[in-house]
């Protein structure tokens, strides 16, 4: 009777202009290029099990902003979603306000799953 919630990889807040060229003279990985790896993994997860299997979307609710509109940059024709910067604390953890968004947001998925036939 255990129902698996699959949860997308979370994201981070991509550098500015200037930290891409600090990162880059150090040789150092963006953090633009791991969010490249996440969208591609999170893209495979909602096709393998959405609409079989429950995928609460912590990916989504990262880069979408209040209005609705989600922040992203563009990879050759490709759309890479990164973490909002006011809910990040230090660029890769959510800070209190977005941790409690999220929580809510988790809470109401799970009560609105479909109960499972034992």
């Known amino acids: 009777n255990l129902t698996v919630v699959h949860v997308t990889m979370?994201?981070?807040?991509?550098?500015?202009?200037?930290?891409?060229?600090?990162?880059?003279?150090?040789?150092?990985?963006?953090?633009?290029?791991?969010?490249?790896?996440?969208?591609?993994?999170?893209?495979?997860m909602r096709e393998t099990y959405g609409?079989?299997?429950p995928v609460f979307d912590l990916a989504?609710?990262?880069s979408?902003?209040?209005?609705g509109s989600r922040r992203f940059f563009m990879r050759g024709a490709d759309t890479v979603f990164t973490m909002v910067p006011a809910y990040a604390s230090d660029g890769a953890?959510?800070?209190?306000?977005a941790q409690r968004m999220?929580?809510?947001?988790?809470?109401?998925?799970?009560?609105?799953?479909?109960?499972?036939?034992?």
Request: hydrophobic share 35%.
């Open 60 to 62: 989504e609710l990262e």
């Open 10 to 44: 979370p994201l981070t807040v991509s550098e500015s202009w200037k930290g891409v060229l600090r990162k880059r003279v150090r040789g150092q990985v963006l953090e633009r290029d791991r969010n490249v790896v996440r969208n591609a993994y999170n893209r495979l």
């Open 93 to 97: 953890h959510l800070n209190a306000a």
């Open 102 to 118: 999220v929580a809510e947001r988790l809470l109401v998925y799970l009560a609105t799953l479909p109960e499972r036939d034992g």
């Open 51 to 53: 609409g079989r299997e």
């Open 64 to 67: 979408t902003l209040p209005d």
